[in-house]
T-cell receptor, first 116, second 114 residues
Framework: AQKITQTQPGMFVQEKEAVTLDCTYD???????LFWYKQPSSGEMIFLIY??????QNATEGRYSLNFQKARKSANLVISASQLGDSAMYFC?????????????FGQGTELSVKP | NAGVTQTPKFQVLKTGQSMTLQCAQD?????MSWYRQDPGMGLRLIHY???????DQGEVPNGYNVSRSTTEDFPLRLLSAAPSQTSVYFC?????????????FGQGTRLTVV
């Protein structure tokens, strides 16, 4: 069965420090994609970063990087130089299979609070 | 570019009523999907579509119907609303096989069933 696990319900980080949000996944498919989304208190879902299962290098998008460890089935999100605006819910998600079909499996999320 | 548009943003229904949540995308995306988000949980897939005329069930399909007659539109129908369907509903689209994999989400519909 496909599953995403986020074990940190809530995290605190000091402004300007780096923070790592954990994500482990489970799938028997060889082809899959891992995604991180941000959901601020306003409720919208904002795409942050993507890593494909065949990508050899870790994905980076500005202050976001994805620490992809395939053997451990982990896809942790690293946010460098945290800002107050980073306070939000963060969801790890996965698509997998021969045809991904746009079907996302989500974890339960991690609520990040950035302290000034 | 509007992206993914959901209507309405808020809705209150009485138990047993039916309604349709609208979703439209203007990005010519092949794939579209519906999710629900309950407190303390991530999003769960209700139904999805890989193209016009093709739909399939997700993790929590009971009580919902979908159809996809055009590439742009993917409405979600609640057949007979129940309090357990109180949730925030998100529609999403992504390009499919031929492009970037990330899904683009609508703003969400907050539905309350009383």
């Amino acid at each position: 069965a496909q599953k995403i696990t986020q074990t940190q319900p809530g995290m605190f980080v000091q402004e300007k420090e780096a923070v790592t949000l954990d994500c482990t996944y489970d799938t028997s498919d060889q082809s899959y994609g891992l995604f991180w989304y941000k959901q601020p208190s306003s409720g919208e879902m904002i795409f942050l970063i993507y890593q494909g299962s065949y990508d050899e290098q870790n994905a980076t998008e500005g202050r976001y990087s994805l620490n992809f460890q395939k053997a451990r089935k982990s896809a942790n999100l690293v946010i460098s130089a945290s800002q107050l605006g980073d306070s939000a819910m963060y969801f790890c998600a996965m698509m997998s299979g021969v045809v991904w079909g746009g079907k996302l499996i989500f974890g339960q999320g991690t609520e990040l609070s950035v302290k000034p | 570019n509007a992206g993914v548009t959901q209507t309405p943003k808020f809705q209150v229904l009485k138990t047993g009523q039916s309604m349709t949540l609208q979703c439209a995308q203007d990005m010519n995306h092949e794939y579209m999907s519906w999710y629900r988000q309950d407190p303390g949980m991530g999003l769960r897939l209700i139904h999805y579509s890989v193209g016009a005329g093709i739909t399939d069930q997700g993790e929590v399909p009971n009580g919902y119907n979908v159809s996809r007659s055009t590439t742009e539109d993917f409405p979600l129908r609640l057949l007979s609303a129940a309090p357990s369907q109180t949730s925030v509903y998100f529609c999403a689209s992504n390009r499919g096989k031929a492009g970037p994999a990330e899904a683009f989400f609508g703003q969400g519909t907050r539905l309350t069933v009383v």
